[in-house]
Structure formats: C-alpha cells, structure tokens
C-alpha cells in the first residue's frame, strides 16, 4: 500500500484502538471480579492502561500488518486485540519499572503503587504496601496481555508463533531491565558502553520496536527470512531512538525542574554519560565519578553534571551517531528484498514515530 494510504489509516486507528480497549475492561470486569479488595484496584488498573500515551507500540503493529500484506481491516477485533496485547505489556513493564526507580508520577498522574498507597492512607507502612501490590498488579497485567494475544482468532500457526515472539521478547526486556540495574551500581568508569548497547537493545529496541513490527508482519504471513531481515533492519533504528530518547531527556533535565527523577540522577548509566566520561580529561572525569556517587541530590551536584556533559561535547556526538543509525538504517532498507511499497510503508512507519518521541521520548 501507499505511504499517503497508510498514514490515512494509521490517523484513524488511535480511536478504535482506544474503544477496543475501554471495551476490554469492561468486559473483562467479571472475570477479574475478586472481592470487594480487589475491585478498587481493578478500577486503578482500567485507568492506569487507558491513560492517554502514544501508543507507539500497537500504532506500530497495526502500521507492519498492513505494510505486509495483512488483509484484516483496523475495525477487526482480533487485529485490534493482538495489538492491545503489546499496549497490557508496556503497563506491566512500567509499573514495575516504577517501583524499581522509585517514581511517583507517570504521564503527569501518581504512578501505581502511589495510587494504592494513596488509596490506603495513614496506616504504617503504607508504601511499602503499595509497592508489594504494584509488583503483583504488574504480574496479572502481565497475564491479560499474554491472554489477550492467545484468545485472538488468526490461524492457530500464526498465532502460535506470534505468542512465541511475544514471550521472548519479555525475557529479553527482563534481561535488559536487569542490566540497566546492576550497571547502575558501578561507577561510571567500569561500565563498559558495549553493555550499554547491550542493555538498550534488550530493555528498549526489542519491545519497543521489533516486537510490534516482527509481530505485525508475523500476523500478515511475513515469511522466516524477511522476518529475520526486518529485524536485523530494526536494530539500529531502535538504539537511535534510544539515544533520541537519552538526549530529551537531557534537555528536559535542564529546564526549569532540574531536581525532578530522572535517569541521571537515578544514578543510571546512560550512553549519554559514558561519552560524556570519555571526552573529559582526568580531573573532570573524577569530579563526574563524585558527583554520580552522591545518592542525595543537590543544585551543587546536579550543575555540576550539568556542566561537564555540556563540557565534554557528548549531546553533539551522540546527535551524529543517532543521525548515523537512522542512516545506516535507511541503507540497509534501501538494500533489502523488500518492495518498495513495503520500503515506504517502513519510512513512513519511522518517520511518524519519530514526529511523536522528538519532545517526550518513547513512554
């Protein structure tokens, strides 16, 4: 199909995706109805879900089934499904991600352990509380997605092998979500940046890309050896929006709220921080080890980093290997076995994901 047809129907998709999900929970209200306990929780899990993000995931999927030949209209309900399964799968990983990091908000609003500590008010150990019922609320989002992509009605092959991707894509997330915390624990002159590399292509290109593209195409009938082009294709255009996603997050530290939670001062190893570490000469590398060693952060330490990544030149050559990727991307497109309608779907896939994340990153 053409890029001009594809972006029509990818205009119209964010509001039957968002039906489709408001009809999920309502639907699904009895089968989750455990009690008078559970029941508060089960509202806090609706709203938690149908909080409007980009839905860059499902959008993706949606785009590479019908790039790929997926005859299914978006108004089907089991396409429609199969994409929300991806959507279930990003809230598991961000509850949990938010308890890990110890967040309080989540697109503006409390993330979901500080609902349930908020719902349980003044009563002893109250976060910790909320935290326990997070990880486990994670769990049984974690279960409706998996559900959710089993109970779709594609061909018992199709969907078999989809549920196959879909579940080593989880592992590879978990991979990757355990590597973002041990580096996180040493200093910056003992992570290596192919670790990093490694840890965003499991936490981030994996799920965030090549599982909704290989997913879609998969559910369109794409074949073994164009699935495993596409994913050799999807790696550097992943890591590139991750390196976006580092650098936005840079400029947003540097605004106004420069105390606010964010992966610097989390004390995460980002690339942005090893390059910065590289580029600097001895003294000022140590003074970037003291200042990401403080857990308590101040104005002081917080300028301070401020002032040696600007210093070390960093976000300019991270802005040319992001551009460096997107390219080495579009050679290899340009060279694969693809037709050039499927090319064109793919750029234009890219390019509207790329309009969405430039400002707020990929959540």
């Known amino acids: 199909m053409s890029s001009s047809s594809l972006r029509a129907e990818l205009q119209q998709a964010p509001e039957l995706f968002e039906n489709v999900l408001a009809r999920f929970f309502q639907e699904n209200a009895e089968r989750y109805a455990y009690g008078d306990l559970f029941e508060p ?10 909080r409007r993000g980009k839905r860059i995931r499902p959008m993706l999927m949606l785009g590479s ?19 929300l399964s991806l959507e279930l799968l990003h809230s598991f990983i961000l509850i949990h991600d938010d308890v890990i990091d110890q967040s309080e ?7 979901f352990h500080k609902l349930v500590e908020e719902r349980l008010g003044k009563i002893e150990d109250a976060a910790r509380v909320g935290e326990n019922v997070a990880v486990v609320v994670g769990d049984i989002l974690f279960a409706m997605a998996v559900d959710t992509l089993r109970s779709t009605d594609f061909p018992s092959p199709l969907r078999d092998a989809a549920l196959s991707h879909f579940l ?9 979500e355990v590597y973002d915390i041990l580096l996180g624990t040493r200093d910056i002159a003992r992570v290596e940046e192919s670790d990093i590399m490694r840890m965003y292509t499991l936490k981030t290109t994996r799920y965030t890309f090549e599982a909704p593209l290989v997913l879609g195409a998969l559910l369109a009938g794409m074949d073994d050896d164009h699935l495993r082009e596409l994913t050799e294709l999807i790696e550097p255009v992943g890591l590139a929006f991750q390196i976006q996603n580092d650098l936005i997050e ?8 420069r105390l606010r ?32 060693s403080t857990r308590t952060s101040n104005d002081a330490s917080v300028s301070k980093i401020e002032q040696l990544i600007d210093k070390s030149g960093a976000v300019g050559l991270l802005t040319q290997r992001m551009e460096g990727l997107f390219q080495k ?35």
């Open 41 to 50: 929780l089960y509202l806090d899990i609706t709203e938690f879900v149908a």
């Open 65 to 83: 089934y019908r790039i790929f030949g997926g005859d299914r209209s978006f108004e089907d309900h089991s396409l429609l499904r199969a994409a």
């Open 105 to 111: 908000r989540r697109r503006r609003l409390p993330t």
């Open 168 to 176: 080593r894509y989880i592992s590879d997330t978990g991979a990757g």
């Open 250 to 257: 840079y400029h947003q530290f540097k605004g106004v709220d």
């Open 261 to 292: 939670q964010t992966d610097i001062l989390e004390g995460k190893k980002t690339l942005l921080l090893r390059v910065a570490y590289d580029q600097l000469v001895d003294v000022d590398r140590s003074f970037l080890q003291l200042c990401l």
């Open 329 to 363: 991307a579009e050679t290899a497109l340009e060279n694969s076995s693809f037709t050039p309608e499927q090319r064109d779907g793919l750029r234009e896939a890219f390019s509207l994901v790329r309009q969405q994340t430039q400002h707020t990153g990929t959540q």
